[in-house]
Structures are given as structure tokens and as C-alpha cells.
């Protein structure tokens, strides 16, 4: 028996079986910096429900809004560093937000990163009455009355804004920035205002189908969409013009590497899970599935979109 005993015991002490032990002991909280409804906050309970199955522990979403999402990343940052508390993010929060705010109550650089999970292009629409049915129709009319054509968006700051910004860059246009409440869906379809940029989910709604609310100009991904047959992808008229929200997990600054290798490694395997796959098929996002060096890819290519465009039109928001 000692013998049987003495030759158990380096598989005991393996650190493999160590920490594949070690986390999670109790329940994992997902906070989510935005309201419930929203398409990164169906997401996100998507992934909880498959991600308490795998792990053999409830995972949890706890909606934290306000401020841009700089509320809940913040409390996500402050948790303690043992992998039960993670931020369930997207670009806007570290990418955007460090660009736009010279002060955050967090430091992007040492967030832990954890997995890519998905993502989703935005698509620039028109109204049915303009008379433009793609980007350089809708850049003609722009040149031959400048400052006249009006896109609106959710306010300054956000992707839609810039957007346009870019836009107006790439095609040496100017065009009149609306800023709304909310989304502008109605003052689109109603031509109010002569473009918006959206995620994949809202244009398909919008523009796809047998009987189209608004016209889709372009897709801003790295792939056309099947629900927007024809619609051309922005980057075949100006090359590097991707733009994608895309959703990903972060922890506290000095995460337990068992918890990123043991998180990480459950959204991978849950990426090919056909369950997940059929219900984040009709938010016309794409599941990745990716670990933390894909994560980290996909925020410096954000970065190497954004900030030209924040420093050459100077767009502060504090």
C-alpha cells in the first residue's frame, strides 16, 4: 500500500492536476457594462448559461451601465485578482474610451486578457428615398453638396460617429454629424437623416429581407454577410476601413494564470458548441473563440483604426 501510495504521489502533485482543480471553487460574476436587452448584454447571458454548464459552476451576469461603460469596467478591475469576478467587455471600453477620455479610473494596459469571444461589423445604411445605392453613388452626392447630407448616430464618441469621421477622411467629404438619444432608426427610415452605421444585427433587421426599410450601402467587416446579398464590403472602396464590435473578457490587473488558462480554454471549446452556435446565428455575430493573444490582436488593430482619426479631429469627451 505505501508503494501504491508513493508512486500516486507525483501525480498527485502534478501542477497540471493542481490547477485544474483550483479554479473555479465558487461562482464567476461577468460584469457587463451596459443595460439588459442590448445586443453585447444577450451575448453575454448566451455564454453564461454554456460557460456555468462547462465549468461546474454558476456563471453569472451583473449588469453595471453608466458612464460610457467606464462604471463597470471599473468595478470589474477592482475585483480581486482570483479569476471569480471578469469583465465581459467589448472595444468601445478599451479602445475607444482611452482614446476619448484623458482620465479613466482604470489602466487598459494592465487589464488581464482573457479571451476574443465574438464579433459583429457595422453596416452603413441610407434612407430608400436617397437616391445612392452603394458608397460611391452616396459619396457623389456628398461632394456635390457638402455639408448638406446628414448622418446621425447615439451620440459623439461612439462608433457610429466615428464612422463618419472616417468616412469623411477616406473621401474627402464633409457631412453633418446629428447626435440622438438613441439609435436613429426612425429618422433613417423616415430620411430625416441620410445615413447611419450600425451593427450587423439592427441593419440586417432594417435592410434585409423581401421588403427593406432603408438600403444597406456597405458592409464594414472582413466578410459580406449572407443576409445582405450584393451589399460590398467598405474596405473594396477605401482598404483598412473595418469597422467590428467585438466582444471579449478581461480580469483585474495580476489574474490568477489558472483562471485565464481555465476561462480561456472553456470559450475555445465552446466556440464549436452547436447550441451557442444557432442562438448567436439570428444577432448575426461570429463566435471566435479565441485566447488572450487574439484578444490582445484585435485591440491593437482597433488602435491603429481609431486613434488617427480621434487625434486628427481632436474628439474629446471630458
Known amino acids: 500500500m505505501r508503494r501504491r501510495l508513493l508512486l500516486l504521489a507525483p501525480m498527485l502533485a502534478s501542477p497540471a492536476l493542481v490547477r485544474a482543480a483550483a479554479w473555479p471553487t465558487r461562482p464567476v460574476r461577468l460584469i457587463m457594462p451596459g443595460g439588459p436587452g442590448g445586443n453585447p448584454d444577450i451575448v453575454a447571458r448566451l455564454w453564461a ?135 436613429p432608426r426612425n429618422e433613417l427610415i423616415a430620411g430625416q437623416v441620410q445615413a447611419c452605421f450600425e451593427p450587423s444585427a439592427l441593419a440586417i433587421t432594417l435592410a434585409g429581407g423581401p421588403e427593406p426599410k432603408v438600403r444597406a450601402l456597405a458592409v464594414m467587416g472582413q466578410e459580406t454577410l449572407p443576409e445582405l446579398p450584393g451589399v460590398p464590403l467598405m474596405a473594396e472602396s477605401y482598404p483598412g476601413f473595418v469597422v467590428q464590435i467585438f466582444h471579449g473578457l478581461w480580469g483585474p490587473p495580476g489574474m490568477a494564470p489558472e483562471a485565464v488558462a481555465g476561462m480561456s480554454a472553456a470559450v475555445a471549446e465552446l466556440a464549436r458548441d452547436p447550441w451557442l452556435l444557432e442562438r448567436m446565428a439570428p444577432l448575426a455575430t461570429k463566435v471566435i473563440g479565441a485566447g488572450p493573444a487574439a484578444l490582445e490582436a484585435a485591440m491593437v488593430r482597433d488602435l491603429a483604426l481609431w486613434a488617427p482619426v480621434i487625434r486628427d479631429r481632436d474628439i474629446r469627451l471630458d
Not at 81 to 98: A, E, I, K, S
Not at 152 to 181: D, K, N, Q
Open 49 to 183: 448559461q454554456r460557460l456555468s454548464e462547462r465549468l461546474g459552476q454558476p456563471v453569472m451576469v451583473e449588469n453595471r451601465p453608466g458612464a460610457a461603460g467606464i462604471i463597470g469596467t471599473e468595478a470589474a478591475m477592482n475585483a480581486a485578482p482570483d479569476g471569480h469576478t471578469m469583465l465581459f467587455g467589448y472595444n468601445q471600453l478599451v479602445t475607444l474610451n482611452p482614446l476619448l477620455y484623458r482620465r479613466l479610473p482604470y489602466d487598459v494596459s494592465r487589464m488581464t486578457r482573457v479571451s476574443l469571444v465574438s464579433e459583429a461589423p457595422f453596416v452603413m445604411l441610407a434612407p430608400m428615398s436617397l437616391p445612392a445605392r452603394n458608397v460611391g453613388e452616396f459619396v457623389a452626392l456628398a461632394k456635390a453638396a457638402p455639408g448638406r447630407l446628414a448622418f446621425g448616430t447615439a451620440g459623439p464618441g461612439t462608433f457610429a460617429h466615428l464612422s463618419g469621421e472616417i468616412l469623411m477622411r477616406e473621401a474627402g467629404i464633409e457631412l453633418l454629424h446629428v447626435p440622438h438619444r438613441q439609435t
